[in-house]
């Protein structure tokens, strides 16, 4: 079945940029059935969804992280990635890959295990 | 931005009770609805969508109701592995929102 696995330093420092890379086993990110998401926890904000990627390159992006956000897509290696610039500490969170199906209703199934970042000099 | 609010925040129960979770949402989202389950330390997992689809996999005793702007996640004949976090999540908007969590405790 599909995997998804992220990866990425855990720790970035204030100002910088954060980048994380999602790669799918199991299954093609070509698929035109799917939306390639990206969805992160902290204790004070919950669960927050920040965008996603479609195959062909389309985004769509949570309006409060688009302005330093970049959700790109690799096909060839079947990963995406995000990067998410000029970091604070309100970024710090479990960052989470998802995969969120097109095709009847919409639900992120399934997830990575998600990775720790910590925003700290 | 399309707001979810789960209450109770936190449950208390006992294995073989019923328990009941409620979302609510600030507009109406008829049946755009889904519900997962989080173990300390794991991602999230779906559970129901469309607001009373269960997903492969997941036992009967879950089970979902609701339309519009009140939902709703049962629980019957709880079973150990169930305490866990529960989170609504609207997939009618674009932007995807989720509640605050439900955390079921054991007695």
């Known amino acids: 079945q599909v995997q998804l696995q992220e990866s990425g330093p855990g720790l970035v420092k204030p100002s910088q940029t954060l980048s994380l890379t999602c790669t799918v086993s199991g299954g093609s990110i070509s698929s035109g059935d799917y939306y390639w998401s990206w969805i992160r926890q902290s204790p004070g904000k919950g669960l927050e969804w920040i965008g996603y990627i479609y195959f062909t390159g389309s985004t769509y992006y949570n309006a409060s992280l688009k302005s330093r956000l970049t959700i790109s897509l690799d096909t060839s290696k079947n990963q995406f990635s995000l990067k998410l610039s000029s970091v604070t500490a309100a970024d710090a969170a479990v960052y989470y890959c998802?995969?969120?199906?097109?095709?009847?209703?919409?639900?992120?199934?399934?997830w990575g295990q998600g990775t720790l970042v910590a925003v700290s000099s | 931005d399309i707001q979810m609010t789960q209450s109770p925040s936190s449950l208390s129960a006992s294995v073989g009770d019923r328990v009941t979770i409620t979302c609510r949402a600030s507009?109406?989202?008829?049946?755009?609805l889904n519900w997962y389950q989080q173990k300390p330390g794991k991602a999230p997992q779906l559970l129901i969508y469309a607001t009373s689809s269960l997903q492969t996999g997941v036992p009967s005793r879950f089970s979902g109701s609701g339309s519009g702007t009140d939902f709703t996640l049962t629980i019957s004949d709880l079973q150990p592995e169930d305490f866990a976090t529960y989170y609504c999540?609207?997939?009618?908007?674009?932007?995807?929102?989720f509640g605050q969590g439900t955390k079921l405790e054991i007695k």
């Open positions: 998802a995969r969120e199906a097109t095709t009847g209703f919409l639900r992120f199934d399934p």
């Open positions: 999540q609207q997939t009618y908007s674009m932007f995807r929102t």
């Open positions: 507009h109406s989202i008829t049946i755009y």
